[in-house]
T-cell receptor, first 112, second 113 residues
């Protein structure tokens, strides 16, 4: 069964700290996406990772992809309250199985 | 540039009815994808359209269908509504299919009574 597992599912952290969200998946794929969702809102695309070793950064967020380990990470540097949201990873295997599989999401709460 | 728009924003239907949701992509975007979000199942991929053709369809029953018009606008239809179809339906557009960045609309909140 195809699985995309995020951990942790909930994270409460202090402003100024660093932390990493992990996204493990159980099938081969070289396409992985990260999204942000604020409460009651739609999704916002954060990163598109399209190859092994891909690393992308935007502000305090950095995402990476290791297709051999079937692992992606979303690293938060010096967290600020505005980053509080739910973060989803999604694995794209549309090219062979008509699917994009989402993780359950990581609810991030950053304390001021 | 105007963003992705979805109509209606909120909808209440009863079991057995059918519903049509509409999505207008960002101008110039040719790919439109649909997703369902529920508290129980989370986010699920419904289908993707590109150049008026359905390119991919997720694991949903045939009651869920869609189409894309020549101006890239898309509609999705759900027939014979069930209580479990209550969800937030999200539409996203991108320039091309595949790994392009997707831009999401605000969603349509469907409640089935």
């Amino acid at each position: 069964e195809l699985k995309v597992e995020q951990n942790p599912l909930f994270l409460s952290m202090q402003e100024g700290k660093n932390y990493t969200i992990y996204c493990n998946y159980s099938t081969t794929s070289d396409r992985l996406y990260w999204y942000r969702q604020d409460p009651g809102k739609s999704l916002e695309s954060l990163f598109v990772l399209l190859s092994n070793g891909a690393v992308k950064q935007e502000g305090r967020l950095m995402a990476s992809l290791d297709t051999k380990a079937r692992l992606s990470t979303l690293h938060i540097t010096a967290a600020v309250h505005d980053l509080s949201a739910t973060y989803f990873c999604a694995v794209d295997i549309r090219n062979r199985d008509d699917k994009i599989i989402f993780g359950k999401g990581t609810r991030l709460h950053i304390l001021p | 540039k105007a963003g992705v728009t979805q109509t209606p924003r909120y909808l209440i239907k009863t079991r057995g009815q059918q519903v049509t949701l509409s999505c207008s992509p960002i101008s110039g975007h040719r790919s439109v994808s649909w997703y369902q979000q529920t508290p129980g199942q989370g986010l699920q991929f419904l289908f993707e359209y590109f150049s008026e053709t359905q390119r991919n369809k997720g694991n949903f029953p045939g009651r869920f269908s869609g189409r894309q018009f020549s101006n890239s606008r898309s509609e999705m239809n759900v027939s014979t509504l069930e209580l479990g179809d209550s969800a937030l339906y999200l539409c996203a557009s991108s320039l091309n299919q595949g790994g392009d960045t997707q831009y999401f609309g605000p969603g349509t909140r469907l409640t089935v009574l």
